[in-house]
């Protein structure tokens, strides 16, 4: 579980690499299923195994700061819930990890 401040970060330990280029892809998907966030990543593999990570940090809209200070989930209440991260690797999925936000 997270807060809506918080970073989140994504770990995905890979192995049985061939030593070349390769291309991993994150999708964030908030819990109403859409897609918030995607990274896509060229790496080469210098070894077999490898692990690689990506981060989400969730921000408020414009204006909102001033009145978090009475309600901390004003203007992030679509993020409040739980989401899903994909990995895929060279276009094949890799797994799928949840988690919870809340404000």
């Not at 192995?15 to 892809?25: A, D, N, Q, Y």
């Not at 690689?52 to 989930?73: C, E, F, T, Y």
């Amino acid at each position: 579980m997270f807060e809506c401040s918080e970073t989140i970060y994504g770990v995905a330990d890979l192995s049985g690499l061939s030593k070349t280029e390769h291309i991993i892809k994150i999708i964030w998907s908030d819990p109403k299923g859409k897609t918030r966030e995607r990274n896509e990543i060229s790496f080469t593999a210098n070894r077999a195994e490898e692990r690689l990570w990506a981060w989400l940090k969730l921000h408020r809209p414009l204006g909102g700061s001033v009145a978090s200070v009475i309600d901390p989930a004003i203007g992030m209440r679509d993020f409040i819930g739980e989401w899903k991260v994909e990995f895929h690797l060279d276009g094949k999925k890799l797994d799928t990890g949840k988690f919870s936000v809340i404000c």
